[in-house]
């Protein structure tokens, strides 16, 4: 089946600094991809669907100028939280479905785990 | 507007019960239906989906699940509990492949011995 890959599974990083997070889909080309962070023991809140070569869509209350989203190529969405604080510690999820096949089960990243200390 | 509720937020079987976690959905038009589990601190495994055709699907692990459109009901179940199914568990609806899942908040099940 589909893969989708994301990277790192973990990082830590210090309060102010910038995190990059990449979501790759192995075999197919995604021209959309999906963001979503989870809170501990919470279900999965979509942030933003990141559309290839065109400027993502985000969830209302979600801060676009923070969570940075580039779909660069077809197979490489990344997510970059910007001047992180505590508060952006959480466990962040990318998805992505196979256009090609117009009904598809969503494919998931590995997921991230992001500490800001 | 599309939701789903898992009315049940913990469940607790005893290994080798049956279990059944419910999962109701709201959706404009005929929906896609998705069940996910998820172990800590990992991604979300698919266990089965319904597009159309027969409304009782097979999944992986021995887990099934019926669609019941008067009900707008998607409910999972296993004749029998192992412990490795001891997770989290996930009801999502969507559309067509350009659109994201909306998931329930997940119901957690717990396995005793």
């Known amino acids: 089946g589909a893969v989708v890959s994301q990277h790192p599974s973990w990082v830590i990083c210090k309060s102010g600094t910038s995190v990059k997070i990449e979501c790759r889909s192995l075999d197919f080309q995604a021209t959309t991809m999906f963001w979503y962070r989870q809170f501990p023991k919470q279900s999965l809140m979509l942030m933003a669907t990141s559309n290839e070569g065109s400027k993502a869509t985000y969830e209302q209350g979600v801060e676009k100028d923070k969570f940075l989203i580039n779909h660069a190529s077809l197979t490489l969405s990344t997510l970059t939280v910007t001047s992180a604080h505590p508060e952006d510690s959480s466990f962040y999820i990318c998805?992505?479905?196979?256009?090609?096949?117009?009904?598809?089960?969503?494919?998931f990243g590995q997921g991230t785990r992001l500490t800001v200390v | 507007a599309q939701s789903v509720t898992q009315p049940d937020i913990h469940i607790t079987v005893s290994e080798g019960a049956s279990l059944e976690l419910r999962c109701n959905y709201s959706?404009?038009?005929?929906?896609?239906l998705f069940w996910y589990v998820q172990s800590p601190g990992q991604g979300l495994q698919l266990l089965l989906k319904?597009?159309?055709?027969?409304?009782l699907v097979q999944g992986i692990k021995g887990f099934e699940a019926e669609f019941k459109r008067s009900q707008s009901s998607f409910n999972l179940r296993k004749p029998s509990v192992h412990w490795s199914d001891a997770a989290e568990y996930f009801c999502?609806?969507?559309?067509?492949?350009?659109?994201?899942?909306?998931f329930g908040k997940g119901t957690s099940l717990l396995v005793t011995p």
């Open positions: 998805s992505a479905r196979d256009p090609g096949r117009l009904t598809t089960e969503a494919f």
């Open positions: 999502a609806v969507g559309g067509n492949s350009g659109y994201a899942l909306n």
């Open positions: 319904y597009f159309s055709g027969d409304t």
């Open positions: 959706y404009g038009a005929t929906p896609y």
